[in-house]
């Protein structure tokens, strides 16, 4: 219940206050999303299977999302910044779609 | 993990805020967040994350639009030159052509005319001059370079301008004439006033029937007398 209003509340201000990113963060906004996401989608499986705990969902939230950047950060420094972030986006694809195919297969056991 | 033992059970463990709980919802929260700002960002024009090699295609097929755009703006240009050109081209001739016409109202009759001229006044208390008598002065004058002419300021004097006598008066182009003659001429007035005076000219030959001429200079003469136009019936122009 507290997930889907807190979901409800950030789309909220996001819509309502219309930020611009800083430029300094906009190579790292995106990457960092879809590490949330891998996070979200592996706490999902986790609940589906009844092991989701508190704790564990947010520490790899917050590691996904700051590893994630980091490794950005990182490729940018290098000059190999679009190559890691897309080797980013893969892995962590990969994650999500490993974990939706475990929720559907636990879901409709196919 | 408390054990779960049915709905009521479930619905109290996700309904009761605890701190954990409470940091998954503002995680989830401000991922919602960072989606919705990241997909409003999308919406702007933004460079700064394009990375270099798609910045050196963008720049490329700018280039090329600017190039092409460049071009195109010089021959608009050319061309709105060139029509400004025959614009003004065609202002000239038009200006070029009311000058002609406006000369040639004055050599046809049909337009007032002003300038320089002489005033030769003819009495013959006797009625001794003919219309070839004052045809004879006309050609004088016109020979001197006489322009534009008038007899008693309503008779225009023009090419098809006949002279004929008439019962005592003198019709010019159908009006009668009476007399004195006054026969204002504009153009050059001392050519003029020499070529009414030499020995054996105009005002000896008035005086050699019992008349008097005189002939005054003056600075302007204004004629506002129009000859009667025709327009030609018979002859048509060749070109």
Redesign the interface.
Known sequence: MIPVIGLVIGVGVGLWMQPTVPLSLQPYLPIAIVAALDAVVGALRALGEKRFDDRVFVVSFISNVVIAAAMVFLGDQLGVGSQLSTGVIVVLGIRIFANAAAIRRRIFHA | ?PD?KGPLARLRR??T??T???????????????????V??DE?T?Y??V?G?ELVELLKSIDAANERLAGQIDDLTATRNDLQNSTQRSAEAEQQARKRAEQLAILAGSAGASGPGVVVTIRDPEKAVSAGQLLDAIEELRDAGAEAIVINGTARVVAQTYFLDDEGSIRVGGREIKRPFVIEAIGDPDTMAEAVRFRGGLIDRIANVGGTATVTEKKKLTITALADVKSPEYAQPTS
């Not at chain 2, 954990?20 to 990241?38: C, M, R, W, Y």
């Open positions: 993990m779960v996700w309904s805020p605890t954990p709980h409470l940091a998954v919802g503002v995680l989830i929260g401000l991922l919602g967040f960072g989606i919705t700002v990241q409003g960002q702007e933004d700064s994350s990375r090699v």
